[in-house]
């Protein structure tokens, strides 16, 4: 129950306290002449007969009681000293009344929702006991829902060892930096040759160690290069290695363009 529906019985009004609240409102039941604590009392009565507590509506109650309260203060208050409050007692009493229509607002909305909940309960989860079919039952009511020899040759088809992939058909190259180094000194025998020639017909391994032999045959100074132009042909040559090349302490270098 809203405070609001709550029943007084009090010496100067007998009524439910919303209507008590209309009247105060109104001036046309004096405020001062009202006991507010006989009402917190009866509304303590009325909790500890209903023997639960709702928190939303006490804080309601709380909230209104409070507002009589203040206003009561400032209505017993001197005249003289009621000039040095922030309100007078029609302010207050404005402003108690902007209090109850904000309370009745959001009563009002929190209406609009609970009433929304319910409608959609179709469509929200909600937890219920498990039909009478699912329930646990004596393993002599049990019936298989499934062939078991599916259900085994499923489990052989998972345990059995894969056949070995056949790799035959792919072609694993197989080159040495021996063979390179020996090729490309068979091939500065006969003079000077191309790159290209140096590795006619060979596939991307033997090139790249093509490419590590010639390094190595450069920096043992056996082989030089030239490319006239970028991305042109590179030609290779034997080093020159005179011995006034070396005495003069110059070594011939590759010549690649920038």
Do not use: C
Request: glycine share 4%; no cysteine.
């Amino acid at each position: 129950m809203r405070p609001a529906e709550l029943e007084l019985d009090l010496d100067v009004f007998a009524g439910p306290f919303d209507l008590l609240l209309t009247l105060i409102l109104r001036e046309e039941v004096d405020l001062l002449e009202i006991d507010l604590a006989e009402v917190v009392i009866a509304y303590i009565d009325h909790l500890q007969q209903r023997s639960e507590l709702d928190l939303e509506a006490t804080t309601e109650f709380l909230v209104l009681i409070a507002a009589l309260l203040e206003l009561k203060s400032r209505l017993m208050l001197p005249g003289e000293e009621l000039e040095e409050l922030e309100l007078d007692p029609g302010e207050a009493a404005e402003e108690l009344l902007a209090r109850l229509l904000d309370a009745h607002r959001y009563r009002a909305a929190a209406d609009v929702l609970r009433r929304r909940l319910e409608g959609e309960e179709v469509y929200r989860f909600r937890s219920a006991p498990l039909p009478a079919a699912f329930r646990r039952a004596a393993l002599q009511e049990a019936r298989p829902a499934y062939d078991p020899a599916a259900l085994s040759g499923a489990m052989s088809d998972l345990l059995r060892v894969p056949d070995p992939v056949d790799t035959r058909h792919i072609v694993a190259p197989r080159v040495t930096v021996a063979e390179r180094l020996a090729r490309l000194r068979a091939l500065l025998r006969r003079g000077a040759f191309s790159f290209d020639e140096a590795v006619e017909r060979a596939d991307r391994v033997t090139v790249a160690v093509t490419v590590y032999a010639l390094l190595e045959l450069y920096r043992q100074e056996e082989l030089t290069w030239v490319q006239e132009e970028p991305f042109g042909e590179i030609t290779i040559r034997r080093a020159a290695r005179a011995t006034g090349a070396r005495g003069n302490g110059h070594v011939q270098r590759a010549e690649v363009p920038a």
